[in-house]
């Protein structure tokens, strides 16, 4: 995995989508069809792009859904993996089955 933590996708809504439109938050968010609360805590990096909110944002800004989802995802594994080893589980294996025998 790449050294490089994932940006947040929010901070892409606000400097790559927003911004560059002269958009107020509140401008954004009624075209997305949320509310401010809503918009205001995705760009402040509190809430995630969900699957609809991707379609939202693929709708008014013309990027694709699943691009907003996979920066999501990298961002979310990221997250993760900073706490991975606190992360305990057992490892299982299959077990083999007995070998039969021909005659």
């Not at 809430?47 to 008014?60: D, H, I, N, Q, T």
């Not at 706490?83 to 025998?101: E, F, G, H, N, T």
Request: hydrophobic share 40%; proline share 6%.
């Amino acid at each position: 995995m790449s050294k490089k933590r994932p940006t947040h996708p929010g901070k892409y809504v606000r400097h790559d989508c927003i911004e560059p439109l002269g958009l107020t938050i509140t401008a954004a968010a009624k075209a997305l069809g949320v509310t401010r609360q809503t918009l205001t805590s995705l760009v402040n990096c509190k809430s995630g792009v969900s699957p609809e909110m991707a379609v939202r944002l693929e709708k008014v800004f013309g990027s694709t859904a699943e691009m907003w989802l996979r920066l999501q995802t990298a961002y979310d594994l990221a997250q993760v993996m900073k706490r991975a080893s606190k992360i305990k589980v057992k490892r299982l294996y299959p077990v083999r089955a007995p070998q039969s025998r021909v005659a």
